[in-house]
Nanobody, 125 residues
Framework: VQLQASGGGLVQAGGSLRLSCAAS????????MGWFRQAPGKEREYVAA????????DYANSVKGRFTISRDNAKNTVYLEMNSLKPEDTAVYYC???????????????????WGQGTQVTVSS
């Protein structure tokens, strides 16, 4: 599956952004979808994941209550709604697809086989 992320930009602290990730090539609903982020000089960090049919989601503690992951399997798209943004949310955000079996959500980057190109999110203070 090929992934194309979009929706990043520059926003003031406290603002909101909605990221999208469009998938193509294979049956989208076969994949657990996740969002990760990487800030300059830091390792890639798990943000959120959503199960194949969208019934279960999981979040990193740092974004819980502020970010919402969702998916529309009819549109082959996963979203990340980000509210109450903080300067520490500044990073390149990546969407990823995991075909791992026997799991509802996936938090480890090594379990994701397909990655989008990333979209920059910058939060100014």
């Amino acid at each position: 599956v090929q992934l194309q992320a979009s929706g990043g930009g520059l926003v003031q602290a406290g603002g909101s952004l909605r990221l999208s990730c469009a998938a193509s090539g294979r049956t989208f609903s076969n994949y657990v979808m996740g969002w990760f982020r990487q800030a300059p000089g830091k390792e890639r960090e798990y943000v959120a994941a959503i199960s194949r049919l969208g019934g279960t989601s999981d979040y990193a503690n740092s974004v819980k209550g502020r970010f919402t992951i969702s998916r529309d399997n009819a549109k082959n798209t996963v979203y990340l709604e980000m509210n109450s943004l903080k300067p520490e949310d500044t990073a390149v955000y990546y969407c990823a697809a995991s075909g791992a079996l026997g799991v509802v959500t996936v938090t480890g980057p090594s379990q994701y086989s397909n990655w989008g190109q990333g979209t920059q999110v910058t939060v100014s203070s």
